[in-house]
């Protein structure tokens, strides 16, 4: 089955643990993207990478980090969790240039203590 | 700076009638335009999208307009079934900017039986 996977789903950790979540797709896509949700503001764009090794800040990359070592994988890291990146994550993929449609995983609900 | 808007947090609408999202933008630079549909605890799920060469595309019961000199796109359900029942995502972005994309706010749609 096509699908984009995370872990874990629910996380709850105190303000500066460094976490790691995990994100895995199964379509041999070239893009990938790691969202946040929060009421109110909708879904706004953290990092984005169109290829193995290449990355790019979205709207709201401060206080993450991200890598793409393999093209399946693009975990999102957390150094030094805060109160504010208490939200709901949602990492999603595509097959690439000018194939725009997104497949988005579960989500992970992070809540930071 | 929210470059797309969805004004209406929420709608609701009776089984059988048509359903209209609204959605604006301020960035006269984005030339594609995507509907994603997020029931709870899931991921948003690709919709439908619209080139800014069109000013319509339909599939099914739905329907998206565009339009550009008033940097609105709409969203029409018709007819309206209880199982859309969801939060609809509008989102954008420049064909030219890699993988980056903007989301709107989010409008949650009941549709009474």
């Known amino acids: 089955e096509a699908q984009v996977t995370q872990n874990p789903r629910y996380l709850i950790t105190v303000t500066g643990k460094k976490l790691t979540v995990t994100c895995s797709q199964n379509m041999n896509h070239e893009y990938m993207s790691w969202y946040r949700q929060d009421p109110g503001l909708g879904l706004r764009q953290i990092y984005y990478?169109?290829?193995?090794?290449?990355?790019d800040k979205g709207d709201v990359p401060e206080g993450y980090k991200v890598s793409r070592k393999e093209k399946r994988n693009f975990p999102l890291i957390l150094e030094s969790p805060s109160p504010n990146q208490t939200s709901l994550y949602f990492c999603a993929s595509s097959w690439g240039p000018a194939a725009y449609e997104q497949y988005f995983g579960p989500g992970t609900r992070l809540t930071v203590t | 700076d929210q470059q797309v808007k969805q004004n209406s947090p929420s709608l609701s609408v009776q089984e059988g009638r048509i359903s209209i999202l609204n959605c604006d933008y301020t960035n006269s630079m984005f030339d594609y335009f995507l509907w994603y549909k997020k029931y709870p605890a899931e991921g948003p799920t690709f919709l439908i999208s619209?080139?800014?060469?069109?000013d319509k595309n339909e599939d099914g019961r739905f329907t998206v307009f565009l339009n550009k000199s008033a940097k609105h796109l709409s969203l029409h359900i018709v007819p309206s079934q209880p199982g859309d029942s969801a939060v609809y995502f509008c989102a954008a972005k420049r064909s030219n900017t890699g993988n980056q994309f903007y989301f709107g706010t989010g409008t949650s749609l009941t549709v009474i039986p």
């Open positions: 619209i080139s800014s060469i069109k």
């Open positions: 990478s169109m290829n193995v090794e290449v990355t």
